[in-house]
Nanobody, 118 residues
Framework: QVQLVESGGGLVQPGESLRLSCEAS????????MAWHRQAPGKQREKVAG???????DYGDSWTGRFTISRDNAKKTITLEMNSLEFEDTGVYFC????????????WGQGTQVTVSS
């Protein structure tokens, strides 16, 4: 079955960086569209960034240029480089997979917690 395992979350101070990773298994990685979503405390879940099987990235409405998504098809992984972290970046980050970018079907990982605190 589809498995998405996130890692790399943690507690950091404002201005620091984190690198999240998601390892995928149980499905044919190409041509799935992969993405990161975030659930911040008291807020609706939102898309942070996505990437097509060809490596073309797209970002959510709240993107400010501090995050970069990438994927490695050979390793079946995606990553999210997060720089200059801010308090508002705190939340649970989920890896998702869709057969195609606009597919109704979407799979979710368990999430990894990112906490930005001084």
């Amino acid at each position: 079955q589809v498995q998405l395992v996130e890692s790399g979350g943690g507690l950091v101070q404002p201005g620091e960086s984190l690198r999240l990773s998601c390892e995928a298994s149980g499905f044919t990685f190409i041509p799935y569209y992969m993405a990161w979503h975030r659930q911040a405390p008291g807020k609706q879940r939102e898309k942070v960034a996505g990437v097509t099987s060809g490596g073309t990235p797209d970002y959510g409405d709240s993107w400010t240029g501090r995050f970069t998504i990438s994927r490695d098809n050979a390793k079946k992984t995606i990553t999210l480089e997060m720089n200059s972290l801010e308090f508002e970046d705190t939340g649970v980050y989920f890896c998702t997979a869709r057969p195609l970018k606009w597919s109704a079907q979407r799979y979710w990982g368990q999430g990894t917690q990112v906490t930005v605190s001084s």
